[in-house]
């Protein structure tokens, strides 16, 4: 994280006629009159949506994830791809020897030839714009003798296998495996390689039963992989399912996440918090900012300026800071910049140097 650092240097004063008598303890190694100034870290006081979240575990998988399988016999003439390779939609991953399906297509369409001349022997002497029932049946029964429904279903069988002899990706992703190699013979429903499109990701999340009420479609979602704990992904929760597991009493919520990184992969496990209601124009701190003394809240402003705060809900990042009983509004306000580093063991007053986080507090 970067950072912008000021230095604010004051002498502490004895008191503060707001605040009485206190009774926190400084630094053991800085007196109260101290001008050692000691590095603390601040952050900006914003006015936004407190998002409150559920929070819960789940396994990640991929929206659109296929094996494919050899349709037709034949033997692999080429395989173009390996395990790991990206493929677009369309692309031939592998081809197998076109000759033998050529040949059968010829004889299909010798065979085909043949009904048909069969059947124009058959209805020699008929008159071709005869419409008459009697016509009708003579001319349906000859096609059957002939042949030619069959010869043109085989015909078409044929052209289908030769078109199956290559086999390309339904959709762009990545090949996570390839099962054949050159010069192997296949039989239909042999396995060829399987296809991952990591760009859109779903994770089926374990809610237990008191927390599904609150858990809404169409609600954000963080993401945060158990592989990678730094890393936070953000999502959409796509549906929640309609069944409670009898065992664990929970149900699932589908989360859709949308990455080009590639660092999230299906199987993996992650941690999610999911958007239970939002609490709009709300004046927050980051939770660290707020500790307690002799049972009240307070934060420190950024020249160490103890101000007690009167707290609402918290979603374990942000807190809301509440109107005071007495002035009607917050004692802090959006700009301020209160501490959120190095500020436990502060007194009212005392000097300190500040690093301000170039961003302020944000939502999780």
């Not at 197998?96 to 065979?111: G, I, M, T, Y």
């Not at 992989?225 to 149900?251: K, M």
Request: charged share 25%; net charge neutral; proline share 5%.
């Amino acid at each position: 994280m970067l950072f912008l650092e000021t230095a604010f240097v004051m002498g502490c004063r004895k008191g503060d006629a707001r605040l009485g008598e206190t009774s926190a303890t400084p630094s053991s190694n800085v007196r109260s009159d101290s001008t050692v100034a000691l590095p603390v870290v601040g952050a900006l006081v914003r006015r936004g949506d407190l998002v409150l979240s559920v929070r819960a575990t789940g396994a990640v998988r991929a929206e659109r994830q296929v094996t494919l399988r050899v349709e037709t016999q034949g033997t692999v003439s080429e395989v173009l791809v390996r395990p790991g390779d990206r493929v677009t939609a369309g692309q031939a991953l592998v081809r197998l020897d076109p000759r033998p399906l050529n040949l059968a297509v010829r004889e299909a369409e010798a065979s085909l030839d043949e009904a048909h001349t069969r059947l124009q022997d058959a209805l020699v002497g008929d008159a071709p714009d005869d419409s008459s029932e009697a016509a009708r049946s003579r001319r349906e029964g000859a096609r059957l003798r002939s042949g030619m429904g069959g010869a043109e279903a085989r015909l078409e069988r044929a052209r289908l296998d030769r078109e199956r002899a290559v086999i390309t990706a339904p959709f762009g992703g990545v090949v996570d495996r390839v099962g054949v190699v050159a010069a192997q013979r296949v039989s239909a429903g042999e396995e060829i390689a399987r296809i991952v499109d990591l760009s859109a990701l779903t994770i089926e999340a374990s809610v237990l039963e008191h927390d599904l009420p609150y858990v809404r479609a169409g609600g954000q979602a963080s993401v945060v992989p158990s592989a990678s704990p730094d890393t936070r992904y953000q999502g959409t929760i796509e549906a929640v399912l309609p069944v409670v597991d009898t065992t664990t009493r929970a149900g699932r919520v589908v989360v859709r996440v949308r990455t080009s990184t590639g660092r999230l992969r299906p199987g993996m496990y992650a941690d999610v918090e999911l958007e239970a209601s939002r609490l709009a124009a709300r004046v927050l701190v980051p939770a660290g900012a707020v500790i307690e003394r002799d049972g009240r809240t307070l934060v420190f402003r950024a020249r160490a300026e103890w101000v007690y705060v009167p707290v609402g809900r918290s979603n374990g990042t942000e807190t809301e800071i509440l109107a005071d009983s007495v002035s009607g509004r917050p004692n802090v306000g959006p700009g301020d910049t209160v501490l959120v580093g190095g500020h436990l063991t502060l007194t009212h007053d005392a000097p300190i140097r500040v690093r301000l986080a170039t961003r302020g507090a944000s939502g999780p």
